[in-house]
């Protein structure tokens, strides 16, 4: 057994349109953030797959962007919190137990297509 190269966990249908971003919660493996071009950043519960199920959605913001989500990147040193990017030419601080907006936003002028925590501050 065992993977020697990329394997497959799950497959679920999580989002209306294309998928563009996927990222595991660092403190919590459990835990996946997608974001797609649905505009919409979710947040998932991998326990029920493991059992033959498909994911559950614990938090979702269905416009958490203008336009589509290219990139989810959770911290690995600040809990709960979650960088989002998009061609809307925004990027997003979110503190994922309350997802109905973002704890801050910074104007870009361009697509946000990918993002990098500071490796001290992040």
């Given at each position: 057994?065992?993977c020697s190269?990329?394997?497959?966990?799950?497959?679920?249908?999580?989002?209306e349109?294309?998928?563009?971003?996927?990222?595991?919660?660092?403190?919590?493996?459990?835990?996946?953030?997608?974001?797609?071009?649905?505009?919409?950043?979710?947040r998932?519960?991998?326990?029920?797959?493991?059992?033959?199920?498909?994911p559950?959605a614990?938090a979702t913001?269905?416009?958490?962007?203008?336009?589509?989500?290219?990139?989810?990147?959770?911290?690995?040193?600040?809990?709960?919190?979650?960088a989002?990017?998009?061609y809307?030419?925004?990027?997003?601080?979110?503190?994922?137990r309350?997802?109905?907006?973002?704890v801050?936003?910074?104007?870009?002028?361009?697509?946000?297509?990918?993002?990098?925590?500071?490796?001290?501050?992040a």
């Amino acid at each position: 057994g065992g993977c020697s190269g990329l394997c497959g966990s799950a497959s679920w249908r999580a989002h209306e349109l294309e998928g563009w971003a996927v990222a595991f919660d660092p403190r919590d493996s459990n835990t996946l953030y997608t974001g797609a071009d649905d505009a919409q950043l979710k947040r998932w519960d991998l326990r029920a797959a493991a059992d033959g199920g498909e994911p559950v959605a614990t938090a979702t913001n269905r416009r958490s962007h203008g336009a589509g989500v290219c990139c989810v990147s959770p911290s690995r040193l600040r809990e709960h919190c979650v960088a989002t990017g998009s061609y809307d030419e925004t990027a997003r601080l979110w503190d994922v137990r309350q997802l109905r907006a973002p704890v801050s936003e910074l104007g870009l002028g361009g697509g946000v297509w990918r993002l990098k925590w500071h490796p001290e501050r992040a």
